[in-house]
């Protein structure tokens, strides 16, 4: 057939930017491994998405003392990677934000003031 297009190059695909914050939430997640404070919110993304590019805006709670750079470096790191390999977009930038750090001491100040 002349003139007749392959499958694979009709249409577009679309991926709702609710559907990378969910892959970037998780990815940041996994990158955080057991680093994620007990008391502490799971992390949370936002992204903006044009044409192919996502930018990422991750917010997470982190315990104290930790290695806060070394956390968020691999954060970033993560974050790319996965949504490169699951949505197929590029992320030329990902920022987090450390919104709250979790010390001990502080755990167990808060539980003291519950009643």
Do not use: F, W
């Not at 998405?49 to 104290?64: C, I, K, N, W």
């Not at 197929?88 to 001491?105: D, F, I, K, N």
């Amino acid at each position: 057939m002349t003139g007749s297009v392959e499958p694979a190059d009709r249409g577009a695909t679309r991926i709702a930017d609710r559907v990378v914050s969910k892959i970037a939430a998780q990815a940041a997640r996994e990158a955080l491994g057991g680093a994620v404070p007990a008391a502490g919110a799971p992390p949370h993304a936002t992204v903006t998405v044009q044409d192919d590019r996502a930018r990422v805006r991750v917010s997470l709670e982190l315990g104290y003392p930790s290695d806060i750079g070394g956390q968020c470096g691999a954060v970033r790191r993560q974050v790319a990677l996965r949504v490169k390999a699951l949505a197929g977009m590029e992320v030329p930038e990902v920022t987090v934000e450390v919104e709250r750090l979790h010390s001990a001491q502080t755990r167990g100040a808060d539980l003291g003031r519950i009643r």
